[in-house]
């Protein structure tokens, strides 16, 4: 959240430009792209700190499996060797959609796989 606070102070200091005696139309257009163009860049910064969060938070719930997260893609891998490896996957697999039903985030079933 450093990064928002950052972009905030920016944005109140240029509005305060904004205030100035003798401002032209044109510079005063110029401070209000810039103000807009931080915004984004500061709204960017917070959807990704919140994904980072996200994806921090589903690994904690992995006991066994390896996952690899890539944009919106998350893949979890164990290697199947004896029942037990079967049943950790299963349990990392329910976890998953354990933790996705409890973070609104719905799993898209349609893009499920199976490697063998």
Do not use: G
């Amino acid at each position: 959240f450093f990064f928002f606070f950052f972009f905030l102070s920016r944005t109140n200091e240029l509005r305060q430009n904004l205030r100035k005696p003798n401002l032209t139309s044109r510079k005063a257009i110029q401070i209000l792209e810039k103000i807009e163009l931080i915004q984004n860049i500061a709204f960017i910064f917070f959807l990704c700190e919140v994904v980072l969060i996200y994806v921090i938070d589903l690994e904690a719930v992995l006991r066994s499996s390896l996952s690899f997260t890539f944009a919106d893609d998350t893949k979890l891998s164990h290697a199947i060797c004896t029942v037990i490896d079967q049943s950790d996957l299963q349990m990392d697999l329910d976890a998953a959609a354990e933790w996705s039903r409890l973070n609104n985030m719905a799993l898209q079933e349609n893009k499920f796989q199976l490697l063998s």
